[in-house]
């Protein structure tokens, strides 16, 4: 067996038993409508989803739409998300974001990923989970958690997300890749942690070339 029909059948078997364990194929970001999920997201750069779920329903009272935030004093934003990390640089993204959506989407949030990575503070993870969540098209999000997870089972064997996106989009039908990527978010998040892997308890231990490789 070469090496790509090798990570083509364990993506396979991985993906029976993740999903199977966690169908839920949502964020765990809190939202309520597209626009709310894409400023989270730009907000979850270098930051936990827990800590964006704290700061954001202030800023959505503060600032419910796109029209809003686009006038919103840069100060004000800056207080708002200051514990989501990088706040002068996240505020001063998610106002630009809003000016753009308003000056050339009328508002709302476009459903394609070569639209939304136009948008400052908008990259391909971050356009793939909205295009997802909200549009219901086929999306892989790489984020940390699901790198390192795809990487350590040998399935997207790179460092750097938008290869892995491609290698794993490479590996299952599209069908399937929002599925697979929130369970390996959830995989990552819950055992295969960054420094210490809970590989004894793992889901897919047995699948996995680097169980109990990490002292
Ligand atoms: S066996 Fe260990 S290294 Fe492999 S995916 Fe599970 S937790 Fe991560």
Redesign the pocket.
């Given at each position: 067996m070469n090496a790509i029909s090798d990570r083509h059948e364990r993506a396979q078997e991985l993906y029976s038993i993740l999903v199977a364990l966690w169908p839920d194929q949502g964020p765990l970001l809190r939202y309520a409508n597209c626009f709310e999920l894409l400023v989270a997201v730009v907000l979850s750069a270098q930051c936990t989803d827990e800590q964006v779920n704290k700061a954001t329903p202030a800023l959505f009272a503060a600032f419910p739409g796109p029209r809003e935030l686009a006038l919103a004093p840069l100060e004000q934003v800056e207080a708002l998300v200051r514990t989501t990390g990088f706040y002068h640089h996240k505020a001063a993204n998610i106002i630009a974001a809003a000016k753009l959506l308003v000056e050339e989407y009328e508002a709302t949030v476009p459903d394609s990923i070569e639209e939304l990575v136009r948008l400052p503070g908008v990259g391909r993870k971050t356009a793939n989970l909205v295009v997802s969540a909200c549009f219901g098209k086929p999306g892989i999000v790489v984020d940390t958690h699901v790198l390192?997870?795809a990487r350590?089972?040998g399935i997207a064997p790179s460092d750097e997300a938008n290869r892995s996106e491609r290698m794993i989009a490479e590996l299952l039908p599209e069908a399937q890749w929002t599925a697979f990527s929130f369970a390996i978010n959830r995989?990552?998040k819950f055992?295969?942690?960054a420094r210490k892997?809970?590989?004894a308890?793992?889901?897919?231990?047995i699948?996995?070339?680097?169980?109990?490789?990490?002292g």
């Amino acid at each position: 067996m070469n090496a790509i029909s090798d990570r083509h059948e364990r993506a396979q078997e991985l993906y029976s038993i993740l999903v199977a364990l966690w169908p839920d194929q949502g964020p765990l970001l809190r939202y309520a409508n597209c626009f709310e999920l894409l400023v989270a997201v730009v907000l979850s750069a270098q930051c936990t989803d827990e800590q964006v779920n704290k700061a954001t329903p202030a800023l959505f009272a503060a600032f419910p739409g796109p029209r809003e935030l686009a006038l919103a004093p840069l100060e004000q934003v800056e207080a708002l998300v200051r514990t989501t990390g990088f706040y002068h640089h996240k505020a001063a993204n998610i106002i630009a974001a809003a000016k753009l959506l308003v000056e050339e989407y009328e508002a709302t949030v476009p459903d394609s990923i070569e639209e939304l990575v136009r948008l400052p503070g908008v990259g391909r993870k971050t356009a793939n989970l909205v295009v997802s969540a909200c549009f219901g098209k086929p999306g892989i999000v790489v984020d940390t958690h699901v790198l390192r997870t795809a990487r350590r089972l040998g399935i997207a064997p790179s460092d750097e997300a938008n290869r892995s996106e491609r290698m794993i989009a490479e590996l299952l039908p599209e069908a399937q890749w929002t599925a697979f990527s929130f369970a390996i978010n959830r995989l990552g998040k819950f055992f295969c942690k960054a420094r210490k892997p809970l590989c004894a308890d793992c889901p897919v231990r047995i699948l996995c070339p680097s169980a109990y490789s990490f002292g």
